[in-house]
Each structure stands twice: as structure tokens, then as C-alpha cells.
Nanobody, 115 residues
Framework: QVQLLESGGGLVQPGGSLRLSCAASRNILSINVMRWYHQAPGKERELVAV???????NYADSVKGRFTISRDTGKNTVYLQMNSLKPEDTAVYYC?????????WGKGTLVTVSS
């Protein structure tokens, strides 16, 4: 089993920044892929960013150039640095992980971008 705990959400003004954290209960080098998704009110959950155990990253077109996914293997934690935030970024952000046996989800952290 892998437990995932997101943190770092909150209220931020347009143009501001937040850093989300996803702490995993096991060595993230043993997790094949970790992802950030978000889900806005009334919309489907969407993939935001991906990082593999080898360090390869990818991003949704809507966040390219603004968001960065990274990791600290010593802390078993994956981060999402969000800059130049827009009101349309408002959503619950979820951490997701794939192992060779199963797929896991955190419970989410709310990001609200508003004046």
C-alpha cells in the first residue's frame, strides 16, 4: 500500500504562486510514475503534470511555462510549483501514483485563485 498526502493549497491572488507537496509513504524511486491532477467545480478531473522514477516530466498545455513538477527522493515527496496563477487554475489538486501493482490517489488539496 502507498499512502499519499497532499498539502500546500490555499487562497492566492491572480498572478501569485503556490507550491503543493505530495508526501508518499514509501521510497518514491520504487514508484514508477507520479502525477498531479486537478478537478474544477463541474468539470472532469484533468492531468496537470507527470514525473517518472527516472525524472522525466510532462505537462498539460494549459500549465506549460507556469507550473513545474519536481521531487525530493530523500523526503519521498513530489512538488508542484505553480506560478502566474489564473482564476481558471482554481480546483482541487490530487496526487496520483503508479506502482507495478496498483494505482493510488491522495484526498486532494484545494487551490483557490481569486482577488
Amino acid at each position: 500500500q502507498v499512502q499519499l498526502l497532499e498539502s500546500g493549497g490555499g487562497l492566492v491572488q491572480p498572478g501569485g504562486s503556490l507550491r503543493l507537496s505530495c508526501a508518499a509513504s514509501r521510497n518514491i524511486l520504487s514508484i514508477n510514475v507520479m502525477r498531479w491532477y486537478h478537478q474544477a467545480p463541474g468539470k472532469e478531473r484533468e492531468l496537470v503534470a507527470v514525473i517518472t522514477s527516472g525524472g522525466t516530466t510532462n505537462y498539460a498545455d494549459s500549465v506549460k511555462g507556469r507550473f513545474t513538477i519536481s521531487r525530493d527522493t530523500g523526503k519521498n515527496t513530489v512538488y508542484l510549483q505553480m506560478n502566474s496563477l489564473k482564476p481558471e487554475d482554481t480546483a482541487v489538486y490530487y496526487c496520483n501514483a503508479d506502482t507495478m501493482f496498483a494505482n493510488y490517489w491522495g484526498k486532494g488539496t484545494l487551490v483557490t485563485v481569486s482577488s
